[in-house]
């Protein structure tokens, strides 16, 4: 905790300079990555699924798992390069998952300052497991760590507290008209749990997941959860790419500005979890982390 209070001190000698302080630092990082995470996500997404990939879910890793679960986590070998880090953060870590939040000496802290803290580039996370539960510690980063190690943690520490500034928030208005002609709006889904997923057809990983996506809709189909898709393009695009395409989710074409403006979606494929009041409980960037949520909300 020690390392940690002279960075909570800076943070807020910053705010006691200028009258924005954090705000404006904040919002300027998540324009910053939202720029990113826009030019990115059309060639490929963030790894997150996008540049966390900031469109791609996991892949390949060097640390497995089961030593990230041990406890014994050389946090040395994961900085000395930035593709030992990028495979240790791939199969280990996601900012937008529930996860318990720890300081540098393993105290429990508020996830919204977990986050403002990685958005330094002065830490980590580091994963372990306690009675089941997921734990990201943070952990000082080395002087000699790769600066792309840094910028990559900052990014996506940025967009996690942005989407995690979401959740508690109602769902903004919407009416929507799916590509079959069915209107979709809060009178249609009251008392219902809402799953939306935001993608558009050049996003490689987001149609990746249409199958995963797809045995969601098939394992809740007699629960009260209802499944729909925005997207950036066309009516006619949508139709004619979807014929090649099985997704079961019913789409609504030309949601480009409601997902940047309304749900302030910072990357692609996004999900959003809406609970039956129509708040929304969550925002993810993979159909991985979307699962295991919905399994954790619906209890299986």
């Not at 791609?56 to 930035?82: C, H, L, M, R, Y």
């Not at 480009?256 to 409980?281: E, S």
């Amino acid at each position: 905790m020690r390392n940690i209070i002279p960075a909570l001190l800076s943070i807020g000698v910053g705010f006691a300079i200028s009258f924005f302080g954090l705000d404006f630092y904040s919002d300027s990082l998540e324009n910053e990555n939202n720029i990113i995470a826009q030019s990115s996500e059309v060639t490929a997404p963030v790894e997150t699924s996008s540049e966390e990939g900031e469109e791609a879910p996991e892949e390949n890793s060097t640390v497995n798992e089961s030593s990230a679960n041990s406890g014994s986590i050389d946090t040395e070998n994961i900085q000395k390069s930035f593709d030992n880090w990028e495979s240790y953060t791939k199969e280990n870590i996601d900012l937008m998952s529930t996860f318990i939040p720890l300081d540098d000496e393993e105290a429990v802290m508020e996830k919204g300052i977990f986050l403002t803290l990685l958005r330094t580039g002065a830490y980590i996370p580091v994963k372990s497991e306690k009675d089941g539960k997921v734990q990201y510690q943070l952990t000082g980063i080395d002087n000699s760590a790769d600066e792309k190690i840094k910028k990559s943690i900052v990014s996506k520490a940025s967009i996690a507290h942005q989407y995690f500034k979401m959740e508690g928030k109602k769902l903004p208005d919407y009416n929507f008209v799916d590509l079959k002609g069915k209107a979709h709006n809060k009178a249609d889904t009251k008392g219902k749990l809402l799953v939306i997923k935001c993608w558009f057809i050049t996003c490689k990983v987001c149609v990746e997941e249409f199958p995963e996506l797809n045995e969601l809709v098939d394992k809740y189909k007699d629960d009260k959860i209802e499944f729909v898709s925005l997207a950036f393009d066309k009516k006619d695009e949508l139709v004619e790419f979807l014929e090649t395409k099985e997704f079961k989710y019913p789409t609504i074409p030309e949601q480009k500005d409601y997902m940047a403006k309304k749900l302030k979606v910072k990357q692609y494929p996004t999900h959003l979890i809406v609970d039956a009041n129509g708040i929304i409980i969550k925002m993810v960037s993979n159909v991985k982390t979307l699962t295991s949520e919905l399994e954790r909300i619906m209890g299986k």
